[in-house]
């Protein structure tokens, strides 16, 4: 069942810096596109065309990429000290969250997360700015290093790896860029960064607080249009480091293109992560949990546990939690502050998620609640909502427990005993997220521990900055957040004496 929600604020008079643009950033300012075209921003939970970003061209790339190495070899950036560079990084931080509300209405128009989630969107990027900051002193020491024989040492130096390409999703598109940004500035790199279409209006307003805050002009640099673009910048022969987030395939296609520059590519891609449910496990709290760890954003997080695995001695009682926790949560105009679920994000997403539910039917899952496009109110009608979607007796077999759906779909699998259990978990292509719920802690840190994953959680699922955050198998390459994630940023060059 979904609840019908009516926002107070109306969606024509909504103050955001930015509706319709014609400029990318270039060289520490908003220049005119060189190339013609437009891409259209659409609020998906109206359908409503509301913004437009220019098509950028190859002129568009070359200039943003040569600005970028102009300040990179000849500006200021890279010869500050790291600790001047965090001072910056503390700047934008409180540039940030001056700019929370026009970041988070911006952010729910273009890709409809429910403000409940964007609204958090500014802290979110301030404290990756914020933590960042902290390695400064880390990075500044001396690291001297004898040599093991005992005759003579080296120097080991850090050196910012050059101009980075960052590509970003529309999932998060804010902070998918600031987990790429924070750690390339405060290396010393400068950047070249390109937004998803369907949401390249929100970043515009993090570029205001980089400049607001003094980061010198060619350091970053912003540019707006489709995949072709993204090429571009990966194959540039002055971008030194590539980080992409997104999905598989587009990131096979960028490794084999860093492959043959042999240029390093750090890739962070899709999943299809599995909570397992202990026979210890208690429901309730993980029914306080359920939304925020396997259903974040509408279902649209990449590393969400969307496969539940539930003890057989269990599974109709887990399947009754699940669907009951799925059906109370509030479906609505996503700038309701009271909304959970809000509309899929785009077109392509809407058509997708709607076709794993046909295969779902067709291969036999059981629809506990949803299964259908969502008919709000009337100023909603239009828009891109799929009922939040319980599918039980789910086998593995299934694509809609083989493939990342990208939508309010959870689905819930049968085990019989841990081994069985892991053996589910880690027979998927990804290795991205997962959950243990359960309340023995060493058994849960045990099944935890056994599972072929980047990140785990026990009885709750967060990033934290701190520690490194990557994909295993088809869910990327390399780390980011923490030291791990920084050194990705980074040349290291050994100097010898005796
Ligand atoms: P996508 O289609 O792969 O696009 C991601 C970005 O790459 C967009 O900016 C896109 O631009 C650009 N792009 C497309 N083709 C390109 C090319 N040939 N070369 C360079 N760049 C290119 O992914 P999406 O549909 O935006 O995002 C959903 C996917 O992201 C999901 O699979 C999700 O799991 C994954 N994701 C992963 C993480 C993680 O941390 N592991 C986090 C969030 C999302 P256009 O939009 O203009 O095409
Ligand atoms: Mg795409």
């Known amino acids: ?36 075209d437009t891409i259209e921003v659409t609020d998906p939970a109206t359908n409503t065309i509301w913004g437009s970003v220019p098509v950028g061209n190859e002129k568009d790339v070359n200039a943003a990429v040569e600005a970028a190495h102009a300040a990179f070899t000849t500006g200021p950036w890279s010869k500050t000290t790291p600790s ?11 540039e940030i969250e001056k700019r929370a509300t026009e970041l988070s209405l911006t952010n729910t128009l273009e890709n409809g997360s429910p403000v409940a989630e964007t609204s958090g969107a500014a802290s979110n990027a301030a404290s990756i700015f914020r933590y960042f900051a902290t390695l400064a002193p880390e990075l500044e020491a001396d690291d001297v290093r004898p040599f093991p024989n005992g005759k003579g040492e080296s ?18 598109p804010i902070n998918l860029m600031v987990t790429k940004l924070a750690p390339a500035l405060l290396a010393g790199c400068t950047v070249v960064m390109k937004p998803a279409s369907p949401t390249p209006l929100s970043f515009r307003i993090i570029v205001d607080a980089l400049t607001a805050a ?29 980080a992409f987030t997104g999905s598989t395939p587009v990131g096979r296609h960028i490794a084999a293109a860093c492959g043959e ?36 954003n ?23 939690m699940v669907t009951e926790t799925i059906a109370a949560a509030p479906q609505g105009d996503p700038l309701d502050p009271g909304t959970v679920f809000g509309p899929s994000a785009n077109h392509s997403q809407y058509k997708s998620v709607l076709e794993h539910l046909e295969s779902a039917k067709q291969q036999g899952a059981r629809f506990t ?47 019989e005993g841990l081994d069985d259990a892991i053996r589910l978990a880690n027979n998927t292509e990804f290795g991205l997220g997962g959950i243990v719920f359960g309340s ?38 390399g780390v980011e957040y923490g030291p791990e994630g920084l050194a990705a940023y980074l040349s290291y060059k050994s100097i010898h004496r005796d």
């Open 155 to 172: 120097l080991v130096r850090k050196d910012p790896i050059g101009v980075c390409a960052l590509i970003a999703p529309w999932n998060f």
């Open 440 to 477: 023995d802690q060493d058994e849960a840190l045990e099944v935890a521990e056994a599972m072929n994953t980047g990140s785990v959680g026990i009885n709750f699922f967060a990033s934290n900055h701190a520690a490194p955050f990557g994909g295993r198998n088809d869910s990327g390459l």
């Open 298 to 320: 509408t279902g649209q997080t990449c590393y969400i546990s969307t496969r539940i695995l539930a003890p057989a001695s269990r599974y109709d009682e887990v399947v009754d």
């Open 261 to 296: 520059l042999l240029r390093p590519v750090t890739l962070e891609l899709g999943g299809k992560s599995s909570a397992i449910v202990m026979e210890d496990a208690n429901l309730d709290d993980m029914s306080a949990k359920l939304i925020r760890s396997c259903m974040r």
């Open 84 to 94: 001047e560079r965090a001072a910056i990084m503390l700047r934008i931080a409180d």
């Open 1 to 36: 069942m979904t609840t019908q929600t009516t926002s107070k604020l109306t969606r024509d008079t909504i103050e955001i810096p930015y509706r319709h643009v014609t400029t990318h950033f270039i060289d520490g300012e908003w220049r005119e596109s060189q190339g013609q």
């Open 369 to 415: 609640t949803g299964g259908q496009p969502a008919q709000l109110d009337a100023k909603l009608a239009e828009g891109l909502f799929i009922q939040p979607t319980v599918l039980a007796d789910v086998t593995p077999d299934m694509r809609v427990a083989r493939e990342e759906i990208f939508g309010p779909v959870i689905t819930v699998l049968k085990y």
């Open 214 to 242: 003094g980061v010198p002009a060619g350091v970053v640099n912003y540019v707006t249009g489709p995949g072709r673009m993204g090429d571009l910048m990966v194959r540039h022969p002055k971008v030194a480091k590539v």
